[in-house]
């Protein structure tokens, strides 16, 4: 059955070091690494759509040819006049990766101000995903109009997909981190969390805690992932189910391994695979995607 996902979060120019005083530039956000690997792992009668707000400046402009590019839809994207997309630096310090931001001016803080434009673009898909991220850069008012959002596309059938992502330096305050992240899940039918975010963040002593914190929320199905350690499924009221991962014999670089998991997960559960093949091929992505540098590898690496 031929559908449509949509995305919504923020999309950052990425600057990387590229020798000797030379920048590379890029675009990432972890709603757009999910859309991308989504894009190359749904069948071609789905369309995968962005939703962000971004500015009329030239970089906004090649933000989005790049999307268009990639076969990710950019036809509901707000543009807001005289503002830029936000930009982040990698430095590399003795093989350490270092993160400086500069988004706090970004378009993408915009993209829930209207309220009948967001739900329209919502109304358009059968599954909406968004993530702890994308609550995490938006003013509180913006938050409740997405989740506001969230919890009418939920109320109407539609699968509603939520990466808690937990970033405490976009959150001013933990305590409201926490009750919002949670709101997130509350208004979803499918949770996708880290273990490793929610030990820190919620305390959460194994990943059986994990799972029951979120199906005490009122969650349908929750799947945990665990790096290496693999993932675990409670889908509905059926037996949770662990899926390994996929042994790698170097880990290149682990960006975007919760992201592509997640796109290609979804793509196998529309194609019509059991969670458990879901997060079986969830894990052969996510492993080929540890193999090379960078968020967004090429479509033609990934395994079928
Ligand atoms: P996140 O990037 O959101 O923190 P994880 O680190 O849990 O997510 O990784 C997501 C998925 O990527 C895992 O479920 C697993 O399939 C795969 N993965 C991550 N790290 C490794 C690893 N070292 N070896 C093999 N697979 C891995």
Known sequence: MAGRLLSIGECMVELSQAGEGLLRKGFAGDTLNTAWYARACFPSDW???????????????????MMDGAGIGTSQILRIAGK???????????????????????????????????????????????????LGI????????????ARRAKASGKTVVFDPNIRPRLWSNKNYMLKTIEDGARASTLVLPSFDDEAVHFGDKDVAATIARYKALGVENVVVKDGPGGVTLAFGSTPVVHVPSVKVDKV??????????NGSFLASLAKGG???????????????????????????????
């Open 47 to 65: 369309s995968i759509d962005y939703f962000t707000a971004v500015g009329d400046d030239p970089m906004s402009n090649e933000m989005l040819a």
């Open 84 to 134: 830029t997309p936000g930009l982040y630096l990698i430095t590399l310090k003795d093989g350490e990766r270092t993160f400086s931001y500069w988004r706090d001016t970004a378009a993408a803080k915009k993209l829930a101000d209207d309220a009948d434009h967001l739900r329209a673009a919502m109304e358009s898909a059968q599954i909406i995903y968004f993530s702890g991220i994308t």
């Open 138 to 149: 938006l003013a509180p008012e913006a938050v409740d109009t997405l989740l506001a959002e």
């Open 252 to 261: 290149v670089d682990t960006t975007s391994a919760g992201d592509s998991f």
């Open 274 to 304: 059991t969670p458990s093949e879901a997060a079986a091929y969830g894990a052969a992505v996510a492993s080929t995607v540890i193999c090379h540098h960078g968020a967004l590898i090429s479509p033609n690496l990934l395994p079928k």
